[in-house]
T-cell receptor, first 112, second 118 residues
Framework: DAKTTQPTSMDCAEGRAANLPCNHS???????VYWYRQIHSQGPQYIIH???NNETNEMASLIITEDRKSSTLILPHATLRDTAVYYC?????????????FGGGTRLMVKP | GAVVSQHPSRVICKSGTSVKIECRSL??????MFWYRQFPKQSLMLMAT?????????EQGVEKDKFLINHASLTLSTLTVTSAHPEDSSFYIC??????????????FGSGTRLTVV
C-alpha cells in the first residue's frame, strides 16, 4: 500500500471549513484514498473514500488532485464534535491482505 | 450499515491473570477480523488477522502464545491476553470486513477495549 503523509496537527474555528491535506505521491492506479477518523477513546469511523473523482457525502467532501498524488478532506462546517485524529489511508479496495494500515494521522482541534 | 460490537469497553485486571475481549459482527458475517492495539498518543498497530475456522496470522513481534485469538464462528472473534502484565495495558480495537460492500468497502471498527493491568 502507498505511504501517506499528513500534518501532525491542525486547528480550526468552529463553524468554519476544516481542510485536511494528505500526500500520497506513490499511489498506484488501482489504489483508493480512504479517510477515517478516531474520536478520543473510540474506534475509527469511516468518513469517505474515492479513486479519482471528487466525492461528497453527508459527512465530508474529498478532493483528489488530477495526478492523484494528493487529496484534501473537507469538513464544511466543523463542530466541536469533529475534534479527532483523521487518518488518510491509501490501498487497493479488495486485496488479499485486507487490513487497513494506519499512519500517524492529523490531530484536528476544533476551537470555539 | 455494518455494526461491530466489542466487549468489554474497559477492563482492569491484576497482573498475571488473563482477559478475554470479544468482537462481534452484528448484522453481517465476517470471515476475517482484525485486531489492533493502540498505545497513548500513538496510531493503531495491527496485531493479528483472525480467520474463521483457521489459525490467526500474527504480525511480526506479536507473541501468539500471549495473545490468543479464536474465530470460531462467522460473527465472533475473541482476543485473550494471557498472563497480562502492566505493559499490556493498551487500547485494543477490532475490525471486521463486511463483504457485502457498501460505501466503506467493509471496514467497520468496534468501539475498543481499554485494558489496564495493575
Amino acid at each position: 500500500d502507498a505511504k501517506t503523509t499528513q500534518p501532525t496537527s491542525m486547528d480550526c474555528a468552529e463553524g468554519r471549513a476544516a481542510n485536511l491535506p494528505c500526500n500520497h505521491s506513490t499511489i498506484s492506479g488501482n489504489e483508493y484514498v480512504y479517510w477515517y477518523r478516531q474520536i478520543h477513546s473510540q474506534g475509527p469511523q469511516y468518513i469517505i473514500h474515492g479513486l479519482k473523482n471528487n466525492e461528497t457525502n453527508e459527512m465530508a467532501s474529498l478532493i483528489i488532485t488530477e495526478d492523484r498524488k494528493s487529496s484534501t478532506l473537507i469538513l464544511p462546517h466543523a463542530t466541536l464534535r469533529d475534534t479527532a485524529v483523521y487518518y488518510c489511508i491509501v490501498r487497493v479496495a479488495y486485496n488479499a491482505g485486507n487490513m487497513l494500515t494506519f499512519g500517524g494521522g492529523t490531530r484536528l482541534m476544533v476551537k470555539p | 450499515g455494518a455494526v461491530v460490537s466489542q466487549h468489554p469497553s474497559r477492563v482492569i485486571c491484576k497482573s498475571g491473570t488473563s482477559v478475554k475481549i470479544e468482537c462481534r459482527s452484528l448484522d453481517f458475517q465476517a470471515t476475517t477480523m482484525f485486531w489492533y492495539r493502540q498505545f497513548p498518543k500513538q496510531s493503531l498497530m495491527l496485531m493479528a488477522t483472525s480467520n474463521e475456522g483457521s489459525k490467526a496470522t500474527y504480525e511480526q513481534g506479536v507473541e501468539k502464545d500471549k495473545f490468543l485469538i479464536n474465530h470460531a464462528s462467522l460473527t465472533l472473534s475473541t482476543l485473550t491476553v494471557t498472563s497480562a502484565h502492566p505493559e499490556d495495558s493498551s487500547f485494543y480495537i477490532c475490525s471486521a470486513r463486511d463483504l457485502r460492500g457498501g460505501a466503506n468497502y467493509g471496514y467497520t471498527f468496534g468501539s475498543g477495549t481499554r485494558l489496564t493491568v495493575v
